[in-house]
């Protein structure tokens, strides 16, 4: 199916159990046992992070499937970072929540590089041809829904 070694496999699965243990532990215990006046924007982040947790864990077992949320991981990490985490250092504004936020945005910055099978995500996500945006020529003629595979050129 992909042509990524076991090792590179279960490095990918360590990055995933990583990010789902570390995020369950801190966002679970709010999601599961809210306050009764919870709501705002933190709820949101609260909730997104717990989802990203709950992703997370299904990367161990399918590890190629979901390099999308490693390659989210990163993107998101880099932006708060280059957005505010860094001008906010610079400026020596950074509270115990920004100093705290920062440090695991740079955990994942270093980790999450080094899991990812570049040469991979680079042939399947930028190189390799994208799926169809129309109806094939053969259905739109005869009126036959066209049937897509699951597989990589479906």
């Given at each position: 199916m992909h042509e990524l070694g076991l090792t590179r496999l279960y490095l990918l699965r360590a990055m995933y159990l990583f990010i789902a243990v570390g995020l369950g532990i801190n966002f679970w215990p709010g999601l599961i046992y809210p306050p009764p006046t919870a709501s705002g924007p933190g709820t949101v982040v609260q909730a997104l992070l717990g989802t990203l947790a709950l992703l997370a864990a299904l990367g161990v077992r399918y590890p190629v499937r979901l390099l999308p949320l490693l390659i989210f991981e990163l993107i998101w990490k880099l932006v708060w970072v280059i957005a505010y985490g860094w001008?906010?250092?610079?400026?020596?504004?950074?509270?115990?929540?920004?100093?705290?936020?920062?440090?695991?945005?740079?955990?994942?910055?270093?980790?999450?590089?080094?899991?990812?099978?570049?040469?991979?995500?680079?042939?399947?996500?930028?190189?390799?041809?994208?799926?169809?945006?129309?109806?094939?020529?053969?259905?739109?003629?005869?009126?036959?829904?066209?049937?897509?595979?699951?597989?990589?050129?479906?």
């Open positions: 001008p906010a250092w610079r400026a020596g504004h950074m509270d115990a929540y920004a100093s705290g936020t920062l440090f695991a945005c740079m955990i994942g910055i270093v980790l999450v590089p080094l899991a990812l099978p570049w040469r991979y995500v680079c042939r399947t996500f930028a190189l390799e041809r994208g799926d169809r945006w129309l109806r094939s020529s053969d259905a739109s003629q005869t009126g036959e829904r066209p049937v897509v595979s699951p597989g990589r050129n479906g």
